[in-house]
């Protein structure tokens, strides 16, 4: 069943709480600007959703999809786009919205690659921060909640595809019995 074998770790009360807080920020930092929000799928539909709807500044959206290679709850390291935007950045004031910051490596790359195309500015949004298993240094501009090195799931994120509609952040349990 959907929830059983997770542990709450942030209550879908405090996210709603954290979000409006990351939004009336944005909100004020983009002001006088027009903002291009690019969410890092699959991830972060759930959040940037929310998000979106309480940020009140005139936002357009796209999407980016990327995988990158390896174990279900490890990153190894070589990350793919798999979906490019649909809109040129060049000139425009670019957000990046991501669910979750773990190695960092996805965000390094997604970084690098938009920092090509010359937008205005760059900036970063991730609801979670996994400090702990970090690889690369990455700057988050607005970030939700730190996390403690835990696998989590819901509000977005999955394991195997598994619990994104969850309207809680929880810690899986027993990851190794999710494999049968
Ligand atoms: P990174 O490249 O290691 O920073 O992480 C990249 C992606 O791995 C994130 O955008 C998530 O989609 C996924 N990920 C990392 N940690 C977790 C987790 O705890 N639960 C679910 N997905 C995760
Ligand atoms: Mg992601």
Known sequence: ?????????????????????????ISRDYAKQDLLMVGVLKGSFVFMADLIRHVDCNVAVDFMGTVSYGASTKSSGEVRITKDLEESVAGRHVLLVEDIVDT???????????????????????????????????????????????????????????????????????????KK
Do not use: W
């Open 1 to 25: 069943m959907e929830g059983e074998g997770i542990k709450t770790l942030i209550s879908h009360e405090e996210l709603d709480k954290r979000i409006k807080e990351m939004a009336s920020e």
């Open 104 to 178: 960092g490596l996805t965000l390094r790359y997604l970084l690098d690659t938009l920092r090509n195309r010359q937008p205005a500015s760059l900036k970063v949004c991730a609801l979670l921060d996994k400090p702990a298993r970090r690889r690369v240094r990455v700057n988050l501009d607005y970030y939700g909640f730190i996390i403690p090195n835990a696998f989590v799931v819901g509000y977005g994120l999955d394991y195997a595809e598994k619990y994104r509609g969850l309207p809680y952040v929880g810690v899986l349990e027993n990851p190794e019995k999710e």
